[in-house]
């Protein structure tokens, strides 16, 4: 280095070739330029040469059609770690770079012939398995070898990537400095220096007027595309009556876990009480698919990830009850090889009364009897006891008591079934609350913060009367009751 602190700044545009030291000294010899790029870039140092020589010194650059563009899109790694391996996919697309390519417009006649390709080239394979997204790249590098000895490859250094796609999209890695500090690059060797680079968007800006037309534009193109979405769903919504609540829930059963036996299904249905009911068409039980268990830490998991829809509609007569909600009741079972099925457990779910995503674990248990004679029925030939009615898992909807005697009934923890549940209420109420919110709000707009410091007023001197009114009332107590030595006489 030299004695005062080495600095360096230039403007660079896109796709514009700042040549370093190493390409400099490669490409100055005609006889080592051996494709038309090189003999471009031999005549481009020439007239740069006779023009004084480059400006640059240690920042540089590598164009789209440079080898180092090829090569660095080649070596790319997807992770950091050091023992990565390409899988069979990378390898394949590796010599495959998402470039524009030249495509012969199809004639119709000859498109409904050839929709599928029974003997695909090998090429066709490559150009249809890449991202047909066509990209440039420009790699802004910086030579960061010791002062007076440029020109080494081992001693450049990637500072900036700027790729451009088809869609205008702009990539900038790393990220303009900003406020942030300046970017460093520690080298590995005898003196460990330390290089610091900032990197500014030096753009023109762009004028108040075009800025706006541009808005201007995008707000059409928006409300166009607004109007589109708008005539494809359309305004003709089925509402529910007044006074009645729909309930959507797209369901799933994603997985079991935890069971002694393999090959685990689930049965289900949908308990309905009063004031509820579903469309004719609607089926509210299901069985799922058996499914085979896999091992996933210490439990079995067998991962089922059967969807189910239900629709329903609760009518409301009595403002003053809350309404009860709907109950997914639902059963473990496992069925082996010999056709032998064994009930694995049982559960019940009360359907979430909030809106939105939700994902329950549900624990189930399963009725047992005593002694050796009913396991051992149990794993030769199946058969278990089981409850003629679902629904006693919880309170029977057939029960008409006050209270329900489980006592005696002898049952064992089995394992768990996860749900995931989306659920969509629609009502005219919500509707209405809605504008009335909105009411309410444009009103206290209007009021302004007079209202606010009312109601606090209001609040303060309520608490004071209270406040009063205690000091008053204990003031009348006779003294032995306050008194805690009198009390304790």
Known sequence: ???EDEEEEAEVAWQEKLFSQFEVDLY????????PLDRQYHEEIRKLEKAGGRKNSRIFTYTDHDRFTNLEELCQKVTDSDHEVPSYLAERMANVRRRRQDRRPVEPSSLKSKIITWEPSEEFIKNNHVINTPVQTMYIMGD?????????????HVLCTVKVDGNGVITVKPDFTGTKGPYRIELDGEKRE?????IENASARVQPEQEEHEQRMFRDLYGRHRDYLNGLVGSEFEMPLPGTLRLFVNGEIVSAQGYEYDNLYVHFFVELPNQWSSPPFQQLSGVTQICTTKKVGWDKVAYFCYPFTVEMFYTLEDEGALPQWPVLYFEVLSLDFWQRYRVEGYGSLVLPASPGAHVLTIPTWRPVELGTVAEMR?????????????????????FKGKRLSRFGFRTETTGSVTFRLYCLQQSKAFLESSALRQRMQSVLDRLGGFSQQSSIYNVLEAFQRARRRMQEARESLPQDLISPSASSM
């Open 1 to 3: 280095r030299p004695p």
């Open 144 to 156: 960061l070898g010791p002062y007076g000895k440029l020109g080494h490859r081992e001693y450049e």
């Open 194 to 198: 330390v290089w610091e680079y900032t």
């Open 378 to 398: 149990r794993f030769f030939i199946g058969g278990s006891p089981e409850l003629e009615d679902l629904t006693y898992v919880r309170v029977p909807s057939t």
């Open 28 to 35: 100055r010899n005609e006889s080592a330029c051996q494709t």
